[in-house]
């Protein structure tokens, strides 16, 4: 059910807010809203690189930067990827760090084999988190529209709470955006 124009933002935030607590909530949400600052970061598990399940709770008590990407073993995931392998060293002790796409967890462990990237990769073939964050959106490229991952990153706090929402991120700068923010 479309939500009224008229309502205004902190109606359908309100709205949202109840619709992320369901265990599914229903499509209209799950692709026009992302999240934001100051709500509760959705829980999920998913396959990482090596097989295992990792659970965003899971990292409780320790603040998480958890990007969302389109896909392994193209030039800006790369780069991005890359950004945070390289920022890896002066980001232990501030965050932990996950990077979430759609790719197998096969295509993860071949990516991270060859950049060498030390921190989680999720794959998320289902959308299961992609959705819950509100990242899978209309993209339009050479004037094709098709549906894809948003190039987004959020910092999550101590507690679960969505402390920072980068959009539009500029994969090469990402990571150094995210670490003077932390330190500043």
Request: net charge neutral; hydrophobic share 40%; with cysteine.
């Amino acid at each position: 059910m479309p939500i009224p124009e008229n309502s205004g933002i902190g109606s359908r935030r309100l709205i949202f807010q109840a619709a992320v607590h369901l265990d599914d909530p229903p499509l209209y949400f799950r692709r026009y809203f992302m999240i934001e600052q100051g709500m509760k970061a959705p829980d999920f598990t998913l396959e990482d690189k090596d097989g295992n399940q990792v659970s965003l709770s899971q990292f409780l008590g320790q603040k998480v930067i958890l990007y969302f990407y389109p896909r392994d073993n193209t030039p800006g995931c790369t780069a991005q990827a890359c950004g945070f392998r390289d920022a890896y060293d002066e980001l232990q002790g501030k965050a932990v760090v996950i990077g979430v796409s759609k790719d197998s967890a096969a295509s993860h462990q071949k990516f991270a084999q060859k950049y060498q990237l030390p921190f989680v990769l999720l794959s998320d073939p289902q959308r299961q988190a992609i959705e819950a964050y509100g990242v899978w959106q209309e993209k339009r490229l050479y004037g094709k529209t098709s549906m894809g991952v948003a190039r987004t990153t959020f910092l999550i706090d101590e507690k679960g709470v969505v402390e920072k929402v980068f959009q539009k991120v500029k994969a090469a700068e990402n990571a150094r955006e995210i670490l003077d923010y932390l330190e500043g």
